[in-house]
């Protein structure tokens, strides 16, 4: 065992497989096995311990964990005072913030948090809901659902607070939004004091921007063409870079070669342009990671 050790946890659940993945892509292995909460990483100065998300910004800050995986959500509803590394916007499904939102039945005639006085509310986020529902001046009963909440309403409360991304089993139940109550992400955060120590200071801003270089490279790839110096301008004028493309001398004094990185989205249609333009030795590959 290394001599100097990070405690880092990794959010069990839904958010496993896709925090692994980032990890992965970063440069560090992680692997699960079966009935153990102690993932392997290929780091020797890394310790992992699988937990849930929920209860992620507890321990780190009670330092059990020097840093964690977590939601913001989880973060505001444990009130959870840790030091936050970096944001990273992915989760389970995509690539953008999910949102706790109040919903009710379709033909509930509540259309408004007001609406909501002396209603029943089922939720996972209970300090959550409160919170929101101090913030608008409503007395309402909030009670802890322990799963399949989006099927209460309307026989066994009148409201739910849910998290989404999509809003796809919202509608398969019969349910509308009335409501954004907050919009969440991923964070990486730590414990203050863990963080206060300078090599575990350095070991996470290592890692969180290995983390963000990954996220800020995906829907891109890299362009390498030859083009000739009198079209140049021409091809520059239609080409998109993440910055300033990169423009290099070739043996042949007429000709330079161009380096830029795109949307991915974007190449199907920009590379007919290009060769029109009269670009030459088109190449498209992929990036792994940007770091400005």
Known sequence: MADKLLKLGIPAGSLQEATAELFRKAGYNIKFASRSYYPSVDDDEIECLSIRAQEMARYVEQGILDAGITGYDWIIETNAD?????????SKVSRRPVRWVLAVPENSPIQCAKDLEGKRIAT????????????????????????????KPPRLVDAI??????????????????????????RLIANKK??????KQQKLS????????????????????????NDLEKVLRGLPAL??????????????????????????????????A??????????NKIID
């Open 124 to 151: 996972e986020a209970v300090g959550l809901t409160r919170m929101y529902l101090q913030k608008h001046g409503v007395n309402a009963e909030v009670e802890f659902s322990w799963g399949a909440t989006e099927v």
């Open 194 to 199: 863990s963080f206060a120590d300078p090599w």
């Open 243 to 276: 910055q300033q493309p990169t423009v290099s001398s070739l043996s042949d004094p007429d000709w330079v070669a161009i380096n830029t990185i795109i949307n991915e989205s974007i190449v199907r249609s920009i590379i007919p342009e290009l060769r029109e």
């Open 82 to 90: 840790v030091h936050e590394v970096c944001e990273l916007i992915f």
């Open 206 to 229: 290592n890692i969180a921007l290995m983390l963000q270089s990954c996220l800020a490279a995906e829907g891109k790839v890299g362009l390498m063409l030859n083009v000739r110096r």
């Open 161 to 186: 607070v849910e998290v989404t991304e999509t809003g796809s089993s919202l509608r398969a139940n019969d349910l509308r939004i009335v409501d954004e109550v907050l919009q969440s992400t991923t």
């Open 278 to 287: 009269g670009a030459t030795g088109i190449v498209e590959f992929p990036i």
